[in-house]
T-cell receptor, first 112, second 112 residues
Framework: GQQLNQSPQSMFIQEGEDVSMNCTSSSIFNTWLWYKQDPGEGPVLLIALYKAGELTSNGRLTAQFGITRKDSFLNISASIPSDVGIYFCAGPSLGGNNRLAFGKGNQVVVIP | IAGITQAPTSQILAAGRRMTLRCTQD?????MYWYRQDLGLGLRLIHYSNTAGTTGKGEVPDGYSVSRANTDDFPLTLASAVPSQTSVYFCASSDQGTGEQFFGPGTRLTVL
């Protein structure tokens, strides 16, 4: 079945450091979405990518749609304590019907 | 209200009882979704609806039912709750044009 693999599963970083995470797919995507989930809350959409090679920023966040269309990268620059949370990648499910496939998430912990 | 609301925020339920989780959105999105989130398993789709009057099964539909009488509301019913349905439940909606899904704050359900 369709799989989205996120690595690493968890990261402990010092405040002020940059952090990068990636997501790979077993199938080609035409959309990549990155979400963040704060503890005790629902996922919030951070960045949406619609074109292979696209590089998009949202404040200190930068995401890229891989040229193979099977991967995407998210970078957080100059991390701060509120960056703590789980970061999910998502893309259109092979099942169609406007469904998304989600990765299992990267847990980010920022150490002050 | 703005966005998606879910009720209740949390609930403790005896096994065998019937429970309905409520979800309402005010964005006039056509599509709505119910997910459960469990540690190590990520977000799993339970049921979805592409438009009012239609519903479909996701990855883990057994033990759950949904209805979509109108655009705004998408309740999820557990006819006879079992302990394995202990989870955090998220409702989401999307505009079919973009595929981006927007999530509610979640309902934490414990079945004893």
């Amino acid at each position: 079945g369709q799989q989205l693999n996120q690595s690493p599963q968890s990261m402990f970083i010092q405040e002020g450091e940059d952090v990068s995470m990636n997501c790979t797919s077993s199938s080609i995507f035409n959309t990549w979405l990155w979400y963040k989930q704060d503890p005790g809350e629902g996922p919030v959409l951070l960045i949406a990518l619609y074109k292979a090679g696209e590089l998009t920023s949202n404040g200190r966040l930068t995401a890229q749609f891989g040229i193979t269309r099977k991967d995407s990268f998210l970078n957080i620059s100059a991390s701060i304590p509120s960056d703590v949370g789980i970061y999910f990648c998502a893309g259109p499910s092979l099942g169609g019907n406007n469904r998304l496939a989600f990765g299992k998430g990267n847990q980010v912990v920022v150490i002050p | 209200i703005a966005g998606i609301t879910q009720a209740p925020t949390s609930q403790i339920l005896a096994a065998g009882r019937r429970m309905t989780l409520r979800c309402t959105q005010d964005m006039r999105h056509n599509a709505m979704y119910w997910y459960r989130q469990d540690l190590g398993l990520g977000l799993r789709l339970i049921h979805y609806s592409n438009t009012a009057g239609t519903t479909g099964k996701g990855e883990v539909p057994d033990g759950y039912s949904v209805s979509r009488a109108n655009t705004d509301d998408f309740p999820l019913t557990l006819a006879s709750a079992v302990p394995s349905q202990t989870s955090v439940y998220f409702c989401a909606s999307s505009d079919q044009g973009t595929g981006e899904q927007f999530f509610g704050p979640g309902t934490r359900l414990t079945v004893l």
